[in-house]
């Protein structure tokens, strides 16, 4: 399934191809989980944190 910008890209005011369709999602961190990963017996845990998003919404990376 393409993603909702993608399939309507020919109906865009743009021309050139190799510009990226892009809402500047992405670039989200890592963040260390320590204490949730020492409760599940887990030395290195690390959760991506989303929320660092345009709209800060987990959607935004699936949408474009």
């Given at each position: 399934m393409k993603a909702?910008?993608?399939r309507y890209?020919?109906?865009l005011a743009r021309d050139d191809e190799?510009?990226?369709i892009t809402l500047g999602?992405?670039?989200t961190p890592?963040?260390?989980a320590r204490r949730l990963?020492?409760?599940m017996g887990l030395e290195r845990l690390h959760l991506k944190?989303?929320?660092m998003n345009p709209t800060g919404?987990?959607?935004d990376r699936g949408m474009v």
């Open positions: 909702l910008l993608e890209r020919d109906l190799s510009f990226p999602e992405g670039g890592l963040i260390h990963g020492a409760e944190f989303e929320g919404s987990f959607k």
